[in-house]
C-alpha cells in the first residue's frame, strides 16, 4: 500500500513530457501526440507493482484514477475462446471464486483492431479490484490490454477515456 501510495505521490509531480510513439507491448503503439490532441492525461511509467510491466498512468479531474497495461496474446483462439480463458483466470484468482461482469460493449479503433472489452469486479486477497480488460483483435496479432481502477466512483470517467485510449492504439509499422 505504501508503495501505490508513493507512487502515486511521484507521479503527482512528474512532468508530462513525451513526442515519441510509446511501445506499450510489442507490436502495439500509442501516439503520443494523438494522445494530447484528445486531451488524455497520461503518463508512461515502469510500475513494479504490475510486475515491471511498462504501464499507461491516467488520470481523471486530476486525480489518479487507472493504470494501462498491454500484453500480446501468445496462443491466438477465436475471441469466445479468449473470453473463456480469461473468466476462469479470474475465478481463480478471486476470494469467492467469481466475479461479477459490470458492463461490456466494444470501442470503435481508428486504426486495424476489432476491440470488444469487459469491466469487472471482483476480490482477491481481501481487495476489491475493477478491472477493464479489452480484446484488441487484428488480422496479424491481438493483445489483452489491461485497465486497472484506482477511484471506483469514478468508473465511468475511467471508462470513457480507456475507451478512448484503447481507440488510439496501432499496430507497430513493420
Same mark, same amino acid.
Given at each position: 500500500?505504501?508503495?501505490?501510495?508513493?507512487?502515486?505521490?511521484?507521479?503527482?509531480?512528474? /512532468?508530462?513530457?513525451?513526442?515519441?510513439?510509446?511501445?506499450?507491448?510489442?507490436?502495439?503503439?500509442?501516439?503520443?501526440?494523438?494522445?494530447?490532441?484528445?486531451?488524455? *492525461?497520461?503518463?508512461?511509467?515502469?510500475?513494479?507493482?504490475?510486475?515491471?510491466?511498462?504501464?499507461?498512468?491516467?488520470?481523471?479531474?486530476?486525480?489518479?484514477?487507472?493504470?494501462?497495461?498491454?500484453? /500480446?496474446?501468445?496462443? /491466438?483462439?477465436?475471441?469466445?475462446?479468449?473470453?473463456?480463458?480469461?473468466?476462469?483466470?479470474?475465478?481463480?484468482?478471486?476470494?469467492?471464486?467469481?466475479?461479477? &461482469?459490470?458492463?461490456?460493449?466494444?470501442?470503435?479503433?481508428?486504426?486495424?483492431?476489432?476491440?470488444?472489452?469487459?469491466?469487472?469486479?471482483? *476480490?482477491?486477497?481481501?481487495?476489491?479490484?475493477?478491472?477493464?480488460?479489452?480484446? &484488441?483483435?487484428?488480422?496479424?496479432?491481438?493483445?489483452?490490454?489491461?485497465? *486497472?481502477?484506482?477511484?471506483?466512483?469514478?468508473?465511468?470517467?475511467?471508462?470513457?477515456?480507456?475507451?478512448?485510449?484503447?481507440?488510439?492504439?496501432? /499496430?507497430?509499422?513493420?
Amino acid at each position: 500500500m505504501l508503495r501505490l501510495l508513493g507512487l502515486c505521490i511521484f507521479i503527482a509531480f512528474s /512532468p508530462l513530457c513525451w513526442g515519441e510513439p510509446i511501445a506499450l507491448a510489442d507490436g502495439l503503439m500509442l501516439d503520443a501526440e494523438v494522445a494530447q490532441k484528445h486531451k488524455l *492525461t497520461i503518463k508512461m511509467e515502469k510500475v513494479d507493482t504490475f510486475g515491471g510491466l511498462e504501464t499507461l498512468v491516467g488520470r481523471v479531474n486530476g486525480r489518479l484514477a487507472y493504470f494501462v497495461s498491454a500484453v /500480446p496474446i501468445d496462443q /491466438p483462439a477465436r475471441k469466445s475462446v479468449l473470453w473463456q480463458r480469461l473468466s476462469a483466470e479470474l475465478k481463480r484468482n478471486s476470494d469467492q471464486k467469481r466475479y461479477t &461482469l459490470l458492463r461490456e460493449g466494444t470501442v470503435a479503433s481508428e486504426h486495424a483492431f476489432d476491440v470488444e472489452y469487459k469491466v469487472v469486479d471482483y *476480490t482477491q486477497a481481501g481487495t476489491r479490484k475493477i478491472q477493464i480488460y479489452y480484446l &484488441l483483435d487484428a488480422s496479424k496479432s491481438s493483445y489483452w490490454v489491461t485497465a *486497472t481502477t484506482v477511484v471506483v466512483p469514478e468508473l465511468h470517467a475511467t471508462l470513457a477515456r480507456t475507451n478512448l485510449l484503447v481507440s488510439l492504439l496501432r /499496430p507497430a509499422s513493420p
